[in-house]
């Protein structure tokens, strides 16, 4: 899961911020939103959940079972339904026997 960095950013007193403050903050900002990317979700297999610590709440694919996971704080939950799907066409056809007559 990822985590903010820490910052000794002063604490505002009143009613406004200094630029310098404000500036500071939105760099700080800025280097911990491109730390993770909020639409992609870890990959892990049955082994690395039995032996990794998860936060309640954490949402994980499960590549073992190819479903998304969410922990409860006891165990991981499926989301929803292993769906296979088709990954090819075929198609079969018959045209029994033609004959044509010229008169």
Do not use: C, W
């Amino acid at each position: 899961m990822g985590k903010l960095l820490e910052t000794r950013l002063p604490i505002s007193q009143g009613d406004s911020v200094d630029s310098v403050t404000f500036n500071r903050l939105v760099r700080v900002l800025e280097i911990n939103l491109s730390a993770f990317d909020p639409d992609t979700v870890k990959h892990y297999t049955n082994s690395d959940v039995s032996e990794l610590q998860f936060a309640t709440g954490a949402i994980i694919f499960n590549s073992t079972v190819e479903v998304h996971q969410a922990f409860d704080g006891n165990e991981f939950r499926n989301l929803y339904e292993h769906q296979t799907y088709i990954s090819g066409v075929s198609a079969t056809m018959s045209l029994g026997a033609v004959t044509v007559t010229i008169g």
